[in-house]
């Protein structure tokens, strides 16, 4: 079978980090499986953080830190595929604020549909990404699915000193975001095979972009809070940020980069995803939206998204300077507020 011929989104009923579980959802399952009663001391960030990764101290200074994320196919590409999943999985370590250490892979492949050199294309574009990562690929587990499934188990490490969460902003703290908005929007117009051919690749060159300016980020004092922005939305990841900070978090709507100013074409074109719809049914009621176009974009699933920011107001510059240099969205997206009846608020 050519690659080529290969479309390995007809084989799966979701999309990337579009295919997770609703965070509605999300909460019953965790609410029924409850929490054992059980201490662990060296246990700094674990399932009840709602943060992007678990992290246990070694007790000499420095922390090991823990993740998975897996995945359908987004594209039709094998090793673009792999590219895009290995780069999402490895976020987790960024938006902590340290580096990867190493991967084992997680592939669920229908084998009496596609041919196991379509999977060796799979993990041939993670081993790519790990590289880039300076990290092996060092094993993994494979299962016979009905959908073709694939991410990364990652394991990294940071200082204590350098470890960021989704919480502890502060009011006044002003918010960055690392990557522009779209990727879920751009993913159903070529579902819905509207994508035009000049925009096939736009939402690609961000999904395998590695976020390792979080190990920087993670360096510095100011930089109060970070998170990876996936498939919950901005407003989704940002939500979680303020209740965990005990803000609100204002969001300058005309700040919020997009990947091309297609995306509003694509949005009255009704490439409108149903992990958007099924985001805001969730927490829609604690964003405070102006008009159903904001709903669209800040609620519409990310995969492989950037890193969300909170950074003390005497440490904006420092932070928009690096991440110019980088050649990341550079300028503020909002600030952080006092707390209110809205965890999210959109001017």
């Known amino acids: 079978m050519e690659s080529s011929k290969i479309k390995l989104t007809q084989y799966s009923h979701g999309a990337g980090c579009g295919c997770k579980i609703s965070p509605a959802i999300l909460d019953s399952i965790l609410g029924t499986a409850g929490r054992l009663q059980i201490s662990y001391p060296n246990l700094l960030v674990g399932n009840e953080e709602r943060d992007d990764a678990a992290v246990f101290d070694l007790g000499d200074g420095t922390a090991i830190i823990s993740t998975t994320d897996f995945f359908m196919p987004i594209v039709d590409d094998p090793e673009t595929f792999g590219k895009i999943a290995a780069t999402n999985a490895i976020s987790d370590v960024y938006a902590m604020g340290g580096s990867p250490m190493m991967a084992i892979a997680i592939l669920g492949w229908p084998i009496d549909t596609l041919a196991p050199e379509v999977a060796g294309l799979v993990i041939r574009g993670a081993q790519e990404v790990c590289k880039e990562a300076g990290i092996p690929l060092a094993g993994g587990h494979s299962i016979d699915s009905p959908e073709p499934i694939f991410g990364l188990a990652v394991t990294g490490k940071v200082p204590i000193t350098n470890l960021k969460k989704n919480g502890g902003a502060n009011i006044g703290d002003t918010l960055f975001i690392t990557k522009p908005l779209g990727v879920g929007i751009l993913s159903t117009a070529q579902k819905q095979k509207k994508l035009l051919e000049q925009h096939e690749y736009l939402a690609t060159e961000v999904m395998i972009r590695l976020n390792s300016i979080g190990e920087k980020l993670g360096k ?128």
């Open 220 to 347: 510095i004092s100011g930089v109060h809070a970070m998170t990876d922005v996936t498939g919950f939305g901005l407003a989704g990841h940002l939500m979680e940020m303020c209740m965990a900070s005990e803000t609100t978090g204002s969001l300058s709507m005309e700040s919020i980069p997009l990947i091309a100013p297609c995306i509003l074409d694509y949005i009255h074109a009704g490439c409108i995803p149903g992990g958007t719809i099924r985001n805001f049914k969730s927490y829609g009621h604690s964003v405070s939206f102006r008009d159903e176009s904001q709903k669209t974009i800040v609620c519409d699933p990310q995969t492989s998204g950037g890193l969300l920011i909170a950074v003390s107001p005497e440490t904006v510059d420092e932070v928009s300077r690096l991440l110019e240099d980088e050649g990341l969205w550079s300028k503020p997206i909002g600030k952080m507020i006092q707390k209110t009846a809205y965890a999210v608020i959109i001017d």
